[in-house]
């Protein structure tokens, strides 16, 4: 084969710039710490470090997720506890109101102090967090959750959502509680039925809150809720009735309530029961508790919970502290304020460990996370990190390489007949 001198020339060239580039390189290589400096490099290599970096930019973009989902329970957990300590000093207000010593000057200071209160429980209501969402308003945190549109008339604004976060690939976290659920809906009496004496009484007759004995029973089909225990004092006898306010009758006898005695005597501190072996026979599963002497006429309901907010609550506490009643009106009064005040104050509990559970839930992702991350990191170092000892070892044999190049040019580049003649 004939080489012609400018193919020796472009051959030797093409050889030294090979070796230079290779040399550059690995030079590069050692500046970036890099092992891969573009796909061409490795391309299967390449292609799992891009699946890798996606990764774990969307673990940071959790860990950021759930350091706002963090901040914004932490914020409603410390609202909630001040919610609760305010509900306490309530408390506190409705035990002291019961001492026999206060007049009606004292219970009228405790009652403003309770106006105060109740406007402090608004404002908490209302809370935002750092960002000027409403805490307490649903999916809806741009619009202030209540408004007071008459003395204990409040009214929720908002909705019943909850605002949610996505804090990993497969669970999202909720950051805000419905506000309808924390302050509003909260049943009444027990739980199950409230008891209360009617405001007509004019006795010393106390309800207690009532006892489920049988939860089947009260909720069975044939249950009204809906009872009037009826006092009649004649002859040195107190007897009562018990009332079905739905049906019109007379849980004791089956028929149209009749006029005193009434069919059972009455025993200061028994228990009534909401139960008769017959005739007729009936048992709903409850009882109450009636100490002292009721007067003839006085009355007592019993009616299925309903849902009372914890604003009207207390503002019937201040009316009741206001118009200072005595005697078994503010016995009975008080202790109906206390039944309800303590189911706002187990409502506000469970919403309160919900949001602490779900901090608690928090804290497990976010570690989860950090041990993605540290896996995201090793697998990128395997794939992409220089191993700098053998970097350094082709740098020396590039070096050598490219200087046997320009050596065995300069020699070829050299030759000429001249020299021979």
């Known amino acids: 084969m004939r080489i012609s001198t400018s193919a020796i020339y472009d051959a030797g060239i093409a050889a030294m710039q090979q070796q230079t580039e ?11 710490g890099r092992r891969i400096l573009s796909p061409a490099d490795d391309p299967v290599a390449a292609a799992r470090m891009l699946e890798v970096s996606q990764s774990q930019a969307l673990n940071q973009q959790y860990g950021t997720n759930s350091g706002a989902a963090g901040d914004s329970l ?8 001040s919610v609760s300590g305010l509900l306490q000093d309530v408390r506190d207000v409705v035990v002291h109101a019961g001492n026999p010593t206060l007049n ?111 939860p089947i029973k009260w909720h069975a089909a044939a249950n009204n809720m809906d009872y009037t225990v009826k006092f009649s004092v004649g002859g040195g006898v107190t007897s009562y009735d018990i009332i079905d306010n739905v049906a019109g009758t007379s ?54 919970s309903t849902n009372q907010d914890v604003f009207k609550t207390i503002d019937e506490l201040a009316q009741l502290l206001q118009n200072s009643p005595s005697g078994a009106a503010l016995t009975n009064g008080l202790a109906s304020v206390q039944r309800n ?31 993605r991350a540290l896996q995201y990191s090793q697998t990128l170092s395997r794939l992409q990190d220089l191993d700098y000892a053998k970097a350094a070892s082709e740098l020396a044999q ?24």
């Open 74 to 81: 932490a914020l409603e957990e410390s609202v909630l506890g």
């Open 251 to 304: 849980l004791l006898t089956g028929l149209v309530p009749g006029g005193a005695p009434y069919p059972r005597t009455y025993v200061g501190g028994s228990d009534i029961d909401l139960s008769q072996a017959g005739p007729p026979a009936f048992d709903y599963g409850a009882r109450v508790n009636i100490a002292g002497a009721p007067a003839d006429g006085d009355s007592f309901t019993i009616k299925a």
């Open 22 to 32: 290779k040399l550059m390189q690995v030079q590069q290589q050692i500046a970036s």
């Open 104 to 214: 009606k000057s004292d219970r009228a200071i405790l009652a403003s102090e309770l106006r105060g209160m109740y406007q402090e429980l608004l404002g908490l209501a209302n809370s935002v967090d750092g960002s000027g969402q409403y805490l307490f308003s649903g999916y809806q945190g741009g619009i202030r959750p209540f408004s007071e549109s008459a003395a204990g008339v409040v009214a929720y604004n908002g909705d019943q959502g909850q605002r949610l976060i996505q804090v990993s690939a497969s669970r999202q976290i909720a950051v805000s509680d419905a506000g309808v659920d924390v302050f509003l809906r909260i049943p009444n009496g027990n739980g199950s039925f409230a008891a209360q004496a009617a405001a007509t009484n004019g006795g010393a007759g106390v309800i207690d809150g009532g006892t489920i004995l049988d």
């Open 398 to 421: 590039q070096q050598v390489n490219l200087e046997a190049a320009q050596k065995s040019f300069a020699k070829v580049a050299g030759l000429s007949l001249f020299d021979y003649l």
């Open 341 to 371: 005040l303590d189911n706002a104050m187990e409502n506000v509990l469970t919403v309160r460990t919900s949001t602490g559970a779900r901090l608690q839930e928090l804290e497990s992702v976010k570690s989860a996370g950090d041990d």
